[in-house]
């Protein structure tokens, strides 16, 4: 089976996102992830139309479109990673915000032709309990997912971060367990699984059919770092071994946003590097 490889535009962020799709294409890329925030496509300032164009002229897929970060949601209470606010916030009004701003990100994936985005839990708050931020998030899927199920469909995938509420395999499972909604499944991030000392094949495989994007970079040492693949310590065939035996037919993305000097080249390093193993 030969894999579809995109690249997520989180690595050009020092580009135009319409400079940023063409270097894609160039490089030999299948698809592109699009970054559904400042300074890409934050779905209040785009022109979605004028987007859908340039990616259909340049026949690329849409492997996802990444929500995770929501820097232009309120430039003044953003923290400095971009994951505020939550789906679990603790304040309600917090709350509201980030599932309006997950709801328009679907809307841009349906105006782009995806079918896939992706979104994060964000970190607990110490004075928040585990059963409230369950709570919370659990009620904020509920809308969120009450959306993604109008036509056509878009899957949401839960990413997990390191040191995130849902912050590892077995968190992201019991979420599964507790939402049951078809449309709910896993944007799994290699490089998180590896940093969080979980191994890769059996994460995969009990993931199985709920992953809907694969986030895919090296890690050296887990130490969380999205590192060009041949640079650290990830089984690349072992992983490709588990993705066939997992039956996975959806997309691989790059994503090594710490090369935002020389996004191309890393791109371009990274792409014949993966073709060794998922072509």
């Not at 915000?97 to 994060?120: F, M, N, P, Q, S």
């Not at 904020?140 to 899957?155: C, I, T």
């Not at 895919?216 to 041949?230: A, M, S």
């Not at 066939?244 to 959806?250: E, L, Q, V």
Request: hydrophobic share 40%.
């Amino acid at each position: 089976m030969t894999y579809r490889l995109a690249y997520s535009t989180n690595a050009y962020t020092k580009w135009p996102l319409s400079r940023a799709l063409e270097d894609i294409k160039a490089a030999g890329f299948d698809g592109a992830e699009i970054l559904a925030d400042l300074p890409h496509a934050f779905p209040a300032a785009v022109d979605p139309r004028r987007l859908a164009a340039q990616i259909k002229r340049l026949k690329l897929g849409i492997s996802n479109v990444n929500g995770n970060t929501s820097l232009g949601v309120d430039r003044d209470r953003r923290d400095p990673d971009g994951f505020w606010p939550s789906l679990l916030d603790p304040d309600p009004s917090a709350r509201a915000l980030r599932i309006d701003y997950v709801k328009r990100v679907i809307d841009l994936a349906r105006a782009l032709g995806g079918d896939t985005i992706c979104t994060a839990s964000g970190r607990k708050p110490e004075s928040l309990s585990a059963r409230a931020a369950t709570s919370h998030l659990v009620d904020s899927l509920a809308e969120v997912l009450a959306h993604a199920r109008k036509k056509p469909a878009v899957h949401v995938g839960i990413e997990y971060e390191p040191g995130f509420f849902i912050g590892n395999a077995k968190a992201l499972l019991s979420l599964l367990n507790a939402v049951d909604h078809p449309l709910l499944g896993a944007n799994l991030d290699l490089g998180h699984a590896h940093c969080v000392k979980e191994d890769l094949a059996e994460t995969i495989a009990s993931l199985g059919p709920r992953i809907w994007n694969i986030h895919i970079e090296d890690i050296k040492g887990r130490v969380h770092d999205h590192l060009v693949p041949g640079r650290g310590d990830i089984d690349f065939a072992r992983v490709r071994k588990a993705l066939d035996k997992a039956r996975y037919a959806r997309w691989i993305t790059l994503e090594i946003y710490p090369y935002k000097d020389d996004p191309d080249g890393a791109g371009r390093k990274a792409l014949k590097h993966l073709r060794r193993f998922f072509e």
